[in-house]
Structures are given as structure tokens and as C-alpha cells.
């Protein structure tokens, strides 16, 4: 897909963390200089449902040759730090208790989509398993800690809009967090 800029990305299908050589890949086509979507909380903003930041240092380290936006789509669609877990239910997505947090998850992801296309962002980075950012596997939705194949609301809309979705598990310095427990 080409851009305004002088580069482009291959759009592809979200990246799994078993294709780490194709992530390092797209960020290798990439310019000095080239914004990135990237979690908030990946970046040491403490946004997460818990109050807590899910600094990343790969993630972190992209910094010295990209442009990095921070976004935290949960709290950008208007739901507060803390705030209780949620999983995604099929479309939906709501809390152990039942709320029904769909229209915030869903405000979230347009202001991720708007963000992205005001800065010509073609690649976001978004925290893994996460209901919003999450790409490849999520939680099932039965607040288990059991994963299945999906996105996040604000990755699935990220990709539908054209914008290359991976997670900090995708990057070529990552590899499994054995701290991360979500």
C-alpha cells in the first residue's frame, strides 16, 4: 500500500508471534523518522485496566530511529485507570460481572483509526491479548486466562483501515515476557 511518504508497507494478515523475521522485515522497510502506533502502556504510560504500565523495552527502543505515538484505546474511548478487566465476548466486550463495555472499546478503536490516519501511520505495535490491542490471540471471554485466535477491537479496526497490526511479541529483540501473565 502505498503512502503520502516516500515508503510503503505489505499489508498482511496479523503477524503471529512464530513470524518474528517478517516483523523485523516491515520495520527494516521502514525510514528514520517513520511513525508508529504504539500501547501506551508498552511505552511506560501506566494506562492498563490494573493502574500499571506494560513498559517493553524492544518496544521502548524503537524510539531512537521512529517517530512513536502512544495510544491507550480503553482510555481513549473514555474508561477510567483503574478500571475493571474486560474480555471480548464475541463482538462484544464486557467485564466478569456482565457490563457491557462494547461502545467505549469501539470509541477507543476509531480514535486509534484517527490517530493513525492524521499521522500517516501505517504500523502499530499494540500489547498482546489485550481486548483493544490485542492481535493473533486473545482471551476466550470466559475470564479463564485461556487465549484463542483473535484481535482486539482497536487492532481489528486498525487492520480493516489498512494499518500493518503486530504485538511486542512480534519483534525480532522479543520473545515471550515470562512476567506476562496478561
Not at 489498512?162 to 501473565?181: H, I, R
Request: hydrophobic share 40%.
Amino acid at each position: 500500500m502505498s503512502m503520502d511518504k516516500d515508503f510503503s508497507i505489505t499489508p498482511a494478515e496479523v503477524v503471529g508471534g512464530s513470524e518474528q523475521a517478517d516483523a523485523a522485515s516491515q520495520l527494516a522497510d521502514l525510514p528514520a523518522g517513520a511513525p508508529i502506533l504504539v500501547s501506551a502502556c508498552l511505552l511506560g504510560q501506566p494506562c492498563r485496566y490494573d493502574g500499571r504500565a506494560k513498559t517493553y523495552p524492544g518496544v521502548q527502543a524503537l524510539a531512537r530511529r521512529y517517530v512513536l505515538y502512544p495510544i491507550c484505546p480503553e482510555v481513549a474511548g473514555g474508561l477510567s485507570t483503574p478500571r475493571p478487566p474486560a474480555e471480548r465476548q464475541g463482538e462484544a466486550v464486557r467485564t466478569a460481572d456482565g457490563q457491557d463495555l462494547t461502545a467505549a472499546y469501539r470509541q477507543g478503536a476509531a480514535c486509534a483509526v484517527a490517530m493513525a490516519a492524521a499521522h500517516h501511520i501505517r504500523l502499530a505495535i499494540l500489547k498482546a491479548k489485550s481486548p483493544s490491542c490485542g492481535s493473533g490471540q486473545i482471551y476466550d471471554g470466559s475470564f479463564s486466562r485461556s487465549l484463542i485466535p483473535g484481535q482486539g477491537v482497536a487492532a481489528e479496526a486498525l487492520q480493516a483501515a489498512g494499518v500493518l497490526v503486530l504485538s511486542e511479541q512480534d519483534l525480532p529483540m522479543a520473545g515471550p515476557d515470562p512476567s506476562d501473565k496478561d
